[in-house]
């Protein structure tokens, strides 16, 4: 398999931040910072609760940048710790009750560009709400899952990877969460039924 | 892939993560069969919608984060490195370095086969007492000093000390602990925050033992009991006020009896750490304050001496002015709770547990605009309920 050259250049950034460089480790974060918000905003819910989450895995991340190998995907192993830190920090909120506040649709959530009519920008932050209201219901399992193949954009394999489970338990829980999604949020507005 | 594609095949083709050859016997049976087809497209249109989600915010600028690693890098030194400010050429203090190691290394191995067995370095600042067989031993400028087993720790302010390699205690000034070991201490009378890293260490006292995991916490024997207050990590409990086997995360264990006024609350900034200038080194970022009644009886949160004191936080400057205060419940809690007044008192249903957390973003620590947030969730109930509040520090 060819190299991909954006993870050469991610290897080669992690192999500085090993050595304890400063400098290469804040590049780290400039290329991944934004991915790990994200990912951790859409798995938690919660934008104050993922900034803090964001800092104390790039805080593990240098702890733990001595012992990396070179082994697989740099974002892989990025997603991994962040997946870990993430569940650990749910779990202490209790999974019944994650602190998942879909609904508060942040500014961003109306597009800047354009402009609009005020009925459409309502029914979008309306639809966007629900989808993260669906999203927050979905079991961690199935959240983790559908975020990183839908929302994170991974593939199968590394999804796999961070994951901790097989290629094949990827898809059904993809399956599973896409229906249980779907039935929750039912058909998008405006559509005929 | 000799079967006819499942749901999970046609799932995994809307996202675009099939491998090419699965992909391609998928398409051609999705062409074949218009049922199938009618399948994907819904599953197609259905994924079509996370396209709008919200942008998510930016993380917080790398200064926080280079901040963080600069206190993590240095967090023994904070008490020693207040007489020594200022900047230095990194050259002197390479040297500097070089010379300790080299006085380090020469005198270890005599000084540790001098050490009795069961000794412990102390970095302790001022206004802290070590009384050794009833007797205090002399008063010592900031220092390192040695202690033993059965050696009493006093103070009568705040007062801050490293314990061995793992664990950082402020204990309140009237406080007393006792020293058990590297990873026990009994905590006699007043209170004591403690900082551990992770590892078993515990805190025994007069009403129940505290053990922890890993974690940051103080402990509070005020008025004859028991109560835990979590800042991160997890602390197990056990006394006779909390009940066998209690354990909290984030969170503070409220003595409740059926009794009124047995219930009481602290300020939040009790938590912060000073140093022996009186400069506060730091604040909880969160707290969670956490109810239990363990009765049969329905039981009223009140505040001491009152029959319906509001249930609020109250924000207040070190020097006790105060900052603002927040009503933290809402109207619509109704599992296991009963609320009385909006913001007022609750009862809590037997057997009902609820929570309490508060955020101070950022936290208070110079003048400016701040914003507080409080979160409640009643047991068995999702949803989180918040309040927020403005706070001004001049």
Redesign the interface.
């Known amino acids: 398999m060819p190299a991909d050259p954006a993870d050469e250049a991610d290897r080669a950034l992690m192999a500085r931040v090993r050595g304890g460089d400063?400098k290469a480790f804040?590049a780290l974060?400039?290329r991944y910072?934004?991915p790990?918000?994200?990912f951790l905003?859409?798995l938690g819910g919660d934008?104050?609760l993922?900034?803090?989450l964001?800092?104390d895995v790039?805080?593990k991340v240098?702890r733990a940048a001595p012992g990396w190998r070179p082994l697989g995907r740099v974002s892989t192993w990025l997603f991994t710790i962040a997946k870990h830190h993430a569940w650990n920090e749910l779990a202490?909120r209790r999974r019944?009750?994650?602190?998942f506040?879909g609904g508060d649709?942040?500014p961003?959530?109306v597009p800047a560009s354009g402009q609009p009519a005020p009925g459409e920008v309502l029914a979008?932050v309306e639809?966007?709400a629900a989808?993260?209201r669906a999203l927050g219901a979905l079991s961690p399992r199935l959240r983790l899952v559908f975020v990183l193949?839908?929302?994170e954009g991974l593939?199968?394999a590394e999804t796999a990877k961070i994951a901790g489970i097989p290629v094949g338990t990827v898809?059904?829980r993809?399956?599973a969460a896409?229906?249980a999604?779907?039935a929750r949020?039912g058909r998008?507005p405006g559509r005929r039924p | 892939m000799a079967r006819p594609p499942r749901h999970a095949d046609l799932v995994a083709r809307a996202l675009d993560v099939l491998p090419d050859a699965e992909r391609r016997v998928v398409d051609r049976a999705i062409e074949a069969d218009p049922s199938l087809r009618e399948h994907y497209e819904a599953i197609a249109g259905h994924l079509l919608r996370y396209d709008h989600l919200p942008p998510a915010p930016p993380p917080p600028p790398f200064a926080h984060l280079a901040e963080a690693l600069d206190r993590e890098a240095a967090p023994d030194l904070r008490i020693l490195r207040l007489a020594g400010r200022g900047a230095r050429p990194r050259r002197g203090l390479a040297w500097a370095a070089a010379a300790l190691v080299a006085l380090g290394v020469a005198l270890w191995a005599p000084w540790t086969s001098r050490r009795p067995s069961g000794e412990l370095q102390l970095v302790q600042g001022l206004g802290l007492r070590v009384a050794r067989d009833g007797v205090t031993l002399p008063a010592r400028a900031p220092t390192v000093r040695a202690v033993r087993p059965g050696d009493v720790l006093t103070c009568e302010r705040p007062a801050e000390a490293r314990l061995g390699p793992r664990v950082h205690l402020v204990l309140d000034g009237g406080g007393t602990l006792r020293v058990d070991g590297g990873e026990a201490v009994t905590l006699l009378s007043g209170r004591a925050f403690f900082e551990v890293a992770p590892g078993a260490f515990r805190v025994d006292t007069p009403y129940g033992r505290v053990r922890v995991l890993g974690t940051a916490f103080d402990v509070d024997l005020r008025e004859g009991s028991l109560a835990v207050a979590v800042a991160h990590g997890r602390v197990d409990a056990a006394g006779t006020e909390v009940g066998p086997g209690a354990s909290w995360r984030k969170g503070r264990l409220a003595p409740l009896q059926d009794a009124p006024g047995s219930w009481f609350r602290r300020p939040q900034l009790d938590l912060e750490l000073v140093d022996p200038t009186g400069v506060v080194l730091g604040r909880p970022l969160a707290l969670v304050l956490a109810f239990h009644n363990p009765g049969n009886l329905p039981l009223t949160l009140d505040g001491p001496g009152t029959s319906r004191t509001p249930v609020w936080v109250r924000f207040e400057t070190a020097d006790g002015a105060l900052l603002g205060e927040l009503p933290v419940l809402s109207a619509n809690v109704t599992k296991g709770l009963e609320l009385l007044e909006p913001g007022g008192a609750v009862t809590l249903a037997p057997g009902a547990r609820a929570e309490l957390a508060v955020r101070i973003l950022p936290p208070i620590g110079s003048p400016g605009a701040y914003r507080c947030e409080a979160l409640y969730r009643p047991q068995d109930q999702p949803a989180v309920l918040s309040s927020s509040l403005a706070i001004e520090v001049r």
Do not use: N
């Not at chain 1, 019944?96 to 602190?99: D, L, Q, S, T």
């Open positions: 400063r804040e974060y400039e910072g934004s790990v918000m994200r905003v859409r934008r104050a993922a900034e803090d964001t800092q790039f805080l240098w202490k019944r009750a994650p602190f506040r649709a942040p961003g959530a979008r639809e966007a989808v993260e193949l839908r929302l593939d199968l898809k059904s993809a399956a896409e229906a999604l779907r949020l998008p």
